[in-house]
Structures are given as structure tokens and as C-alpha cells.
């Protein structure tokens, strides 16, 4: 038991002790999303949990359910609500949730939480959801609480999407479905990939602007915005050293002064 | 791939495929609660993610992502606020999570959905939640979706209960991290059990009310609202066998008008 | 006017003398829902209005207009939207309106309130609201407030049951406009009670989950869940005194610390 | 029971008779409103149920359960939060109640819908409730649905006005809790009005605008905002006589084309 | 820049040096509202902006952006939704947006606000809008906040009423789109005003109730609900020199003690 | 009046035949912000406004009020809550004000909608709105219903920015307050700029994520997140061109099929 950090794998007395210790709490937001033909849908609750999972064991943090249903997925940077399995949330509930936990949170103590964000309509309402828990905590009382929010493409350093990218990086706006998401799942749940299935019929060229009802064929029909050409397991792993690496930087520095 | 039934670890084309051959949809509701000394406090999404899992097999169906967060937990049946550990959201937001995702599966055609729930507080709010999705989608155009609504402990037949219990069945009111819960996750996830940690001071003396601020005294301090002594992994199997078969029939009957 | 313990009732120099004076406030909770052929749709209000009228002349408390319109009835609980006459509102709705009038008697002194609940589906959401009370108020402010949530149907004594029901208590699930609340009537509003008109169709054989859309014929058609037969006014007065006497001992011991 | 309006007062199979039959439905709107040291808080309560169940009689109708919450009482409309006993609750709360009352009725098949306020603050909120409902029911669904919104003191005559001030009638604006009021409620409820109690401290001047906070002295201390002399159960009689008989007119001219 | 009293034409470390040195905000409400064949829709605009710029002047004050859209328009006060043009927002709406800006103004220590309505139907939304920042910011701490709410038509003298209507005023309740709105328009942007193209076909005869669905003919067919004749520029000074005296008076009492 | 073309100059029955006429309606939405200690806080309201009035012009469009309270300015977006003046309103009141007024505009037969947005912060809430007003309206009734959703800066062509940015364009990210917004100030309303009063104190350095509570010295004190040096009304008016002559192309494709 003493090496787990899944919050909800712990007895509650457990949970206490870490609490008390000062045990940072890492909430990750992820989505059920559409990542193309060749990964399962889970790709944005994957990643930020094992990142997060990585970096609570080497900080001594807790991991909090990861709350599996995004903000509404948009045709530019996801695909859109036209893919079939793709679960969408509104904006208001989707930041409701994060307040309520935060809030919760609070009450037991909590006074250091990671907000790891893993889909890209998550940011506002994510950011949302942390105003609304400080506003009904009250700014003047929570003067003891800090919130870190990170979204984990934001870690990447630009060495390693040089590595990644030998012939040029596409930029963050094509990378849904492609070969970022798709070398770290073949790193952490190559199972759920199966690149045989990929299609190349992207990159998506988007309009610089959206339309309702949504013009038919916006998204390439595969939902990969870019390519999953060059995607491995190795590049997979690069990318996750970085964001943990990182995260576990930017943790130990805000919350305990350390590097 | 074939062998898949939680819908997030589908590439979006299976997931479409499997929801136009009228696969029913499992929506399981859990919660992080504080289950005693010797259990973990995932125990609410334990249990109805694998009786899901289980009958989705049998029936062709589909397990939606499990939402974690349960609405408040109640002295009287969960212990209450008072257990760190235990996160809380409200019963607005709960509601409003269910009434988003069943919208958004109706929207993707689903016409079959089952919640499955796994936490006694989520009662009503699921149930809240139900009517918001249909006032939403509109009764009148939603004549062709059926939604059932489960909670699994109904599931267990009388005679279950009598094997479980040879000295008499306490009654579901107290069953809270109990031998019934314990017995399942003995069943399911023994990792996460830990029999020698219970604390045997039950069953807890409930007044007949509730009073706000919560007496000090209210919940044992445990946690166990009853007893575990008795508790092992072959009666969980048998609780789970009555779950899993009674919601096998009755989603055949409603849905496929089989037996 | 002194005899008076409806708050609506008293000029507001007369509310004030008494709310200064420590006066307990009672708050019922009801409903407008069938009651079966032979019975009035206000059944959840008559009862717990009348309880708290005996109550607050014992305690020198100040009963509160009651609300009148109850969260979703529910088939298993009560008959469900199926029956004519029977007014829903939603959880939501519910929850505000208590939070909103706890909050306003908070604002104005009191510290002492009795939320009393004579309507099943109010449960939950008369939890939350008072719950979002406190949370409006500031549970760090609300130290001197006390709030009692009672339903009444819990203060009865088995012995009182077993007096009523000779032949055995069937059981809380089915109580919806049978012997209990029918005697109860008939001690109360007999002209509300017309006993040879109901029918004897139940009791009620209800599925144990919930179904959407509801099957047509789930609750017996007279809207009785269980019988009628052996109701009289004299059982009505016992469960009534039951009633009476053990809210006024809790209302005393838990704000007066008397017995 | 034949000759009962209430709706409340019906069993299920009556009310569905009634509707069936196009029984126009009452919802009376009132207040928990301080109004002066000589009467009862509940006036606004007290005075459209008791129009609504003289036209209801008249015209087949039902009444449903009043609403005895109102929204926030306003210093220059009714003495405001500053005055114990009266309860406010808030805007959206308010509507909220209306818009539920209202869908339900709707899908009870009501299609004849009175809304009789008593209030001022209410005015602005029952417009909103009415609106939302028919949001909620779809404006081309509902063409079907006719739903009046009546202030009673809109409906007194001048003439009886002039009857009632002999001497010129100070306006509306302040007759809170002054001969208007008073009169009706000697007329209806004389055991709540004790006119030796009142005092002459107005008639109120107050600002032609608001201040937050609120000025200390701005309400005259007896609540009264004009004179109680001159009240008297005989002009309590004429003003009630005009409301019921023009609201009768309306019914019976909007609902049944008669006169 | 020194004269420059808009808010929003500021950059921010003058709004900060205003605000340091006590400056109240106006915060004018308007809406987007038909007034007749012969005006522009902004009128409700045009006038508290214009008289919270010329007041704003004089009292060192700031004016922030006006608020454009208006609370739900009724037929007997301006014509309703039947009008193109009109756009309405729900009172729930429009209540938030003056919570948020009042929370923020005092966020950024503005303790004297001015909240100046130009449009009839926000007058209770806006009241509502006040008290719920009040609750957000706490009451107890809000003691240093101070809150005038006006309606301009308010502030207009008997003696004015008489100079402008020398054969009797009409009355506030007729006075949307003509001669008092018709003449500040006049005066302030002539340009806007096409006394040419007004329809006499008032003055409106309401009916003292309202109706859904609206009666056809309810408003008379041009918008205007009283008459434009005799309007002018000139009268228009008159009404406007009235508003801008009184309401320099009221915020110099309330806000700095002088007169 | 033929040549206005903001909706609330003009009298209704113009609107009502321009509409009729199939004008598409913009709506700009802007913030009041910081923007450096050289320009005013009005510069996402001045630049959406002026681009949607020259492209009514060209298009036979109509202007609707611009909202000119954005939602929550962000620090690294543009500068945070820390800047005095800067107003911010949450995520869901923003939403529901662009919910309300596409409804209403739908309701008024107005069929064509450019959701012209200038603030960064308002892409989330600005999406999130037109969804909830495609749910209000039901997204099957509304199949006649188009809106288009542009963020002006996504207009600026690349040969543009080379242009403006010899040295290279430093990325949209820090373009606050910077080279391409003085620039379009200074063609615009060059009155509410002063160069000489830029601090060159950026550009910011920020950290790849969020913060609570906020770094004192996240933002540079000039709350320039760039530069200004460069800046000219000159290059204002080149990508002001860009933005005017794109959006008239999207307008006149999407809606009028032409080019």
C-alpha cells in the first residue's frame, strides 16, 4: 500500500496521513474522444494520469480520479462531436466538477493541487472551474492553498520535439490524434494502437473559423488531424521524460522550494 | 479489439459500428468514499465497472467511462464529509454530468442505455439526472430511447442473502463497507483489501435524523457502518453472480424482449 | 396571538419577540401528489404541518409556511408523473428554495431550525439544500446554527407498528397512501378521506430498477401501493402522538438540552 | 367534494375529471411579508387565495397550492429584508418554481392558466417563470396553452377607490399594509388584523432611489407605508368584489369567449 | 485624457488613479428595444450613458460600458417581443452580467458604484443583480461598498412634468417612445429622431393583465404607447438638466457628504 | 438612415426589412482590458466593431451591440485580474449572453449570424454560447440557421505579417497590447493611443502554466506583453484591410454562395 498513489486505492486513513504530510494532489482532466482509426478513445485519460501517476510516486503526491468526460470537442482541434463515440460535456458542467472537487479538496485539507489537463477544450473551462472554487472558498481564506494547472504538451521541450520531428515540427494545432499522442500511448498502452489502421488523409486543412452546422467534410474522415507517420514507442517515452521530468520541476519548486 | 467493451478503449470506428448494431450502453456511477480501515475508497466504481464489464460481454454491449465522484456522502450511509479522503460533488453538478453524457450518447444514436450505480447517495441525483436528459432531448422525439436505471444491491436475491448472512441479514441500511462490499472486493480487487485492518466498532447507532453541524460521534470511527467478520471472496462471488445474471435478464428482456 | 405558532400568522414585531426569544422554527416539506381514490393530493402536507403545529406549542417554536410542491414523485415511492393532479418540481428547484429560506431565516437571527419532510423524493434534495445553506452562510460563520432534518415516517416505534399492523408490517417501501398515511388522514382531515372509495388493487409488484420511459402499468391503477383496509382514525392518533412525542424530545435535548 | 376548488383537496381521479372537463387552474403567487405591527405576515397570501377560490367556484376552476414564498420584499414596495418574520427568497429561485408549476400542468394537459399574484416583488419573476416555461415547452408546441398573469390590485375600479378614499387615494405605491390591504383582510381573515395595534408613523417618504446598504431609517419602524386609518372589513368587501368579479369577466371572456 | 470620463477610454493606470482617489462608477443599463417608426432602437442606451457622462464629469467620477441589451421588453412597457429589433435576454442573464461587473469593480477597490438604468424592465433584475453581488462579496465585509440604483425617469420634477406637458401629463406607465424619450433623444441625438416618420395611432389601451400567447393587437401597431407630439429638443434639455441635477446631488450626499 | 448599419441606430421597421432582406447580423464581442500604459481598454471593443461595420456595409449586414465585458482576462492572454480596470466576467454569464442573443435573434426570422469575437479569452465561452443557443432552438429546427464564428486576428494574412514584422512575427501568443493592436488603434481611434507613454519592459517571460494565486511579477508591470516599437497606423490599416477583405469573402461564400 505504501507505494500507491491512486488516491482511490487507499483506505481513508492513509489518505489522512499523506494529507497531513503536505502529499500534493494531482487531478487529471482527460476526455472520450476520437483519436483516429488506429487508438482507442481514451488517449487524453491515459497520458495525464501516467504523468501524473510518475510524478506523484517521485514527489510523494496523491493521484485523484481523472475525470474521463471532456469539454466539447471541437472540429479544429479533436474532430468534433461528429465522430461517433465521442462523449461531449458543456462548458458550465465540465467546470462545476473541477470546482466541486477542488472544494472538496480544500475542506480535507488539501493545500497543494496539480490541475494536469490532457485535452485541448479542457483550458478554459478548466481554468473556469479553479476561479469558481477560489471564489467560493473565498480569495482571503484560501491564501494557504496553491494550484499549479498544466496542460502536458506545454512541457515539451523544443530539443525534443526536434527529435521527434526530424524534418520539422507541424505545430500543436495538427498534433491531435498524431504522432505526440500516438508514440506516448504506444509507450504507455500499445495495446489500444493499432497503426495498420491508420489512414493518411490528412493533414486537415481548417478553415480559420467555424461554422454551425458544421460543414461536412471539415475533418479528414479518419479524425487524425496530421499524420501518425514516424509515430513509436521511443518517441513515446521522450515526450513523457520531458513532461515528467518537468512537472516534477515545476512541483517541487512551487510547492517546496526545492529543485 | 473484438473482445473490448468499455467504449473508451475503441478506435472510434468499432464504437460506431458496435452502437449501429444496437449495442446498450453501460453508464456506471461510483464515487470516492471512505470504505474503512481495510478497504480502498474506490469501492463504489469497483464494483459496478465490473458488473458492467461482465454483462456487457454477455449482451453485446458497451461500458462508458465510470464517473468517479459521487454525490455528498451521508453519515447515515457512507459516513458522511467527516472521512478525509471522500470527495463530494453536488447533487446539481452529479445531475448534471448524467443528463450531459446521456444527451450526447443519444446524439450518437445510442437508444440503450443502462446506469448502473454504485453509490447510495447517487439515487436521486442519477435519477435527476435521467428526467434533465429526456426534458432536453424532448419526451416526445426520445420515444425510441430506453434507459434503465440499476442500482446493483436490488440485484441480490433473498436466498443470497441468507447463504451471506447464516445469522440474518443486518439490513442494506448498514451494509457500508460491510460484508457485502467487502466481500465483492474481495472478490474482484483483493489487492485492495485488507482484513486485518477492520476496526470492529459497529454497527453504528444512527439517530432516526440528520442534524447539522454532524455530532462528533455520529459514524464510528472506522467507518464500518456494520461488521466485516464473515466477509471473503467466495461470497462476493456469489453477490456478483446475482448482479451480474439478474441484470443480464432483465436488460435481454427490456431491450431484445429475449429471456 | 399568543397562542399562535404559525410565523405567518404573527405581526412581524410578534416573529421578532419570539425568534429573540429562541424560538425553534419548523420548516415541512411537502407535496402535491395522488394519494389513491380515496384521499386528498395533499396528504405530505397535511401531516407534517400538522405535527409541527403540535410540536412548536410544546417547544415554543414558530412553524414556517409550508412548501407545497414536492420534488419528482417517483412510480416505486409514490405513483410517479403517470397520475393526474400530482405537481413536480425539479430537484434543483427544490433544493433552491429551502436553501433560499434557510438562509433568509439565518439572516434574520435564527438558529434553530426543524426541516420536517413528509414527501419521500424530498429527501435528497432537502439534504442539499440544506447543505448549499451552509455553504451560502459559511460553515465557518454558521457555528451557532443547528439544523434538524427529520422525516416523520422515521419517528414511529415498532411498537406503534405492530400495533397497526397486527398482521405484519409490509414494510416502508409500500406505505404510500395506505394504512399509515391514510389513518393518519383520518385523525387529521377526515373530510379529505373517503374510505369506500378506494380500490383494492395492490399491492404494488414494482420491478427493482427504474425504466424509462415508464412501463404502463407499473403502479396499480388506483394509485394505492399497498391497502387501505384497516385504516381508522384511532391508528392515525397513535402514529401521530409517536410522532409528536419524539420530535419534541429531539427538538429539546438537541436545542434545549433538556429531555 | 363535488363543490371543492382546491386542487390539493381532490383526490387524483377528480382533478383529472376537472381538467379533462378544461377547469381553468389558480396558482396564487403571495409573500411571507411583514405588513405593520397590526397584521399577520401571510396578507398576500391570504388575498389571492381567497379571489382565486371565489372565481374558481364561479367558473369551474381549481385552485392550485399558493406559493407562500415570495421574491425579496423591497423597501419602497414593502418594508424590505430590514423587518423580521419576512422571508425572502431570490429571483431565479422564484421563476424557477413558476416555470416547474406550470411545465407540469402543461403535461397534465392544462391548458387554461391563471397566475393571481399577490406580491408587488413578484411581478417581474412570474413574467420571467411564464417565460421560461414556454421556452421549456416550445412556443410553437404550446399553442394550445393560454396563461393570464393578473395583479388583483389592478383589477379595483376607480370608482371603488374613490368610495375607499373619500379623501383621494394616496396611489399604489404606498398602500403596503395600509387601508387597501388592511380592509381585505378584515373582509377575509379579521382574527389576523388587530387594528389597535397600528402605527401612525407614516405615510413613508422615501427616496426616489435605492441605496445599498440600506439607509437606516428609510421604512417607517411600523412597516405601515401609508395609513391603516379608515380600514375597515365593508371596503375590504368592495375591493374584493371588484377583483373577483373582473377576474371572473376575464376567465370567462379569454377561456370560454362568454362574458 | 484628463477629461476623458469613460472608463473604457482609459488606459488602466489612469482607471487605477481614478479609482485610488475615490472616484464612483456609473454603470449604465439600457437595452435594444423598438421605440416607434420614428427613433432608433438605442434610445434606451443613449439617455443613462449621456446623463452618467455629464454627471461623471462633474462629480470626478467614471462612466463603464454600458450594458446593451435589456432585460425580456413587455408589451405594456415598450412594445414587447412582437417588435423586430427588440432584443431581449432573460432576467437571469442579465442579473449575472451586473453581479460579475459589480464583483469585479469592487475586486479592483471600487467602493461607490452607480448603477443608472435607462430601460423599464430592468429595474428588477437589476435590484437582483445587486443583492447577489452582495452575497458573493459577503455582506459583513462589503460595509465600505456603497450602491445607488436609479431609473432615470425618476428624477424628473413635477414642475418639469408641467412645463413639458402643459395639458396634463400622461403618466410614466404610456411614456415609452414619446414625448419624454422622443425630446432627450432630440436633444442628445437628433440625428436618431425622424419626428416625420412617428405613427399617432396611440395612446395604447392595455388591458390591466397580461396574456400568453400575446393578443395580436395588444401594442398599437407603430410602438409608440402614448404620443410624440409636442416633443423637442428643447424639452428635452429641461428633462435632461433635471436628471443630471438631481443625480450629481444624490451621488455628492450619499457619497462624499456635501450637497 | 439608408447607410447606417448598427442594428440599434436604426427604427424597427427598418431593421424588420433588412432582416426580412436576409441581412446577416454581426455580433462583435470585446472586453475591457488592459492594455498597456499607452492605450485605452476599449481596444476589443473598438477593433471587432469597426471591422464588422465595414464589412456590414459592403455585405448589406446589420450590427448588434458589441459585449463589451469579456470574459476572464488570463495573464498569460492578456494580462490577468492583477491590472486595475480590466473587467472580467465568468465563463457562464458570458456564454448566456451570447446564448440569449442568438436566441432572440432567431426568434426575430434572422437567419444569417458572424460571431465577430476580438478578445482571446472569449473563444471557450464564445463557442460554448452558440452551442447552448443551437440547443435552445434545437439543433433540427434550426437547419436554417447559419453562424459563422471568427477571431479577427485569424484573418491576418502571413505576407501581411511579414510586413509588419520585418525582424519576424514574434507569435500571436504575445501580441497583446503590441505591434499589431497599437498598430490597428492607431487607425482606428488614434486619439486613445500615446506612444510615448509605451514601457518597454517586455517582452513577458511566462511560465508554461497557471498559477494560483497569481506571481506578483508574472506580467510585465506595462502589462505589454510584446513590444510597441514599430507600431503605425499605417500597418493598423494593412491588417485591418486583411480582416475586412476576408471576412467580406467568408461572408458572401458561406452565405450568398458568391465570392
Same mark, same amino acid.
Given at each position: 500500500?505504501?507505494?500507491?498513489?491512486?488516491?482511490?486505492?487507499?483506505?481513508?486513513?492513509?489518505?489522512?496521513?499523506?494529507?497531513?504530510?503536505?502529499?500534493?494532489?494531482?487531478?487529471?482532466?482527460?476526455?472520450?474522444?476520437?483519436?483516429? @482509426?488506429?487508438?482507442?478513445?481514451? =488517449?487524453?485519460? /491515459? *497520458?495525464?494520469?501516467?504523468?501524473?501517476?510518475? %510524478?506523484? +510516486?517521485? !514527489?510523494?503526491?496523491?493521484?485523484?480520479?481523472?475525470?474521463?468526460?471532456?469539454?466539447?470537442?471541437?472540429?479544429?482541434?479533436?474532430?468534433?462531436?461528429?465522430?461517433?463515440?465521442?462523449?461531449?460535456?458543456?462548458? @458550465?458542467?465540465?467546470?462545476?466538477? =473541477?470546482?466541486? /472537487? *477542488?472544494?472538496?479538496?480544500?475542506?480535507?485539507? %488539501?493545500? +497543494?493541487? !496539480?490541475?494536469?489537463?490532457?485535452?485541448?477544450?479542457?483550458?478554459?473551462?478548466?481554468?473556469?472551474?479553479?476561479?469558481?472554487?477560489?471564489?467560493?472558498?473565498?480569495?482571503?481564506?484560501?491564501?494557504?492553498?496553491?494550484?499549479?494547472?498544466?496542460?502536458?504538451?506545454?512541457? /515539451?521541450?523544443?530539443?525534443?520535439?526536434?527529435?521527434?520531428?526530424?524534418?520539422?515540427?507541424?505545430?500543436?494545432?495538427?498534433?491531435?490524434?498524431?504522432?505526440?499522442?500516438?508514440?506516448?500511448?504506444?509507450?504507455?498502452?500499445?495495446?489500444?494502437?493499432?497503426?495498420?489502421?491508420?489512414?493518411?488523409?490528412?493533414?486537415?486543412?481548417?478553415?480559420?473559423?467555424?461554422?454551425?452546422?458544421?460543414?461536412?467534410?471539415?475533418?479528414?474522415?479518419?479524425?487524425?488531424?496530421?499524420?501518425?507517420?514516424?509515430?513509436?514507442?521511443?518517441?513515446?517515452?521522450?515526450?513523457?521524460?520531458?513532461?515528467?521530468?518537468?512537472?516534477?520541476?515545476?512541483?517541487?519548486?512551487?510547492?517546496?522550494?526545492?529543485?
Amino acid at each position: 500500500m505504501r507505494d500507491r498513489v491512486f488516491l482511490a486505492e487507499l483506505p481513508w486513513p492513509e489518505a489522512e496521513k499523506r494529507i497531513a504530510a503536505g502529499a500534493p494532489v494531482f487531478l487529471p482532466l482527460g476526455s472520450t474522444e476520437q483519436h483516429g @482509426h488506429h487508438m482507442a478513445m481514451n =488517449v487524453d485519460v /491515459v *497520458i495525464p494520469t501516467a504523468i501524473a501517476e510518475t %510524478v506523484a +510516486r517521485q !514527489v510523494g503526491g496523491l493521484v485523484a480520479p481523472t475525470i474521463a468526460y471532456g469539454n466539447r470537442s471541437q472540429p479544429r482541434t479533436g474532430g468534433g462531436p461528429a465522430f461517433p463515440g465521442t462523449i461531449n460535456i458543456t462548458a @458550465h458542467t465540465f467546470s462545476l466538477i =473541477v470546482k466541486d /472537487v *477542488i472544494c472538496d479538496l480544500y475542506r480535507q485539507k %488539501v493545500r +497543494r493541487i !496539480v490541475v494536469l489537463n490532457g485535452h485541448y477544450e479542457n483550458i478554459g473551462p478548466s481554468i473556469e472551474g479553479i476561479e469558481l472554487a477560489l471564489d467560493a472558498i473565498g480569495r482571503e481564506r484560501a491564501t494557504d492553498l496553491t494550484i499549479l494547472r498544466i496542460d502536458h504538451w506545454e512541457m /515539451v521541450r523544443a530539443q525534443t520535439l526536434a527529435r521527434v520531428f526530424p524534418d520539422g515540427y507541424p505545430g500543436i494545432e495538427l498534433e491531435h490524434a498524431s504522432v505526440i499522442e500516438t508514440s506516448m500511448m504506444l509507450a504507455l498502452r500499445p495495446e489500444l494502437v493499432d497503426l495498420g489502421k491508420a489512414l493518411h488523409d490528412g493533414p486537415a486543412q481548417f478553415n480559420p473559423y467555424d461554422r454551425y452546422p458544421r460543414p461536412a467534410d471539415e475533418v479528414p474522415p479518419s479524425g487524425v488531424l496530421s499524420l501518425t507517420e514516424g509515430s513509436s514507442a521511443e518517441k513515446g517515452r521522450w515526450l513523457l521524460d520531458d513532461c515528467e521530468t518537468r512537472i516534477a520541476e515545476i512541483v517541487k519548486r512551487e510547492f517546496f522550494r526545492g529543485a
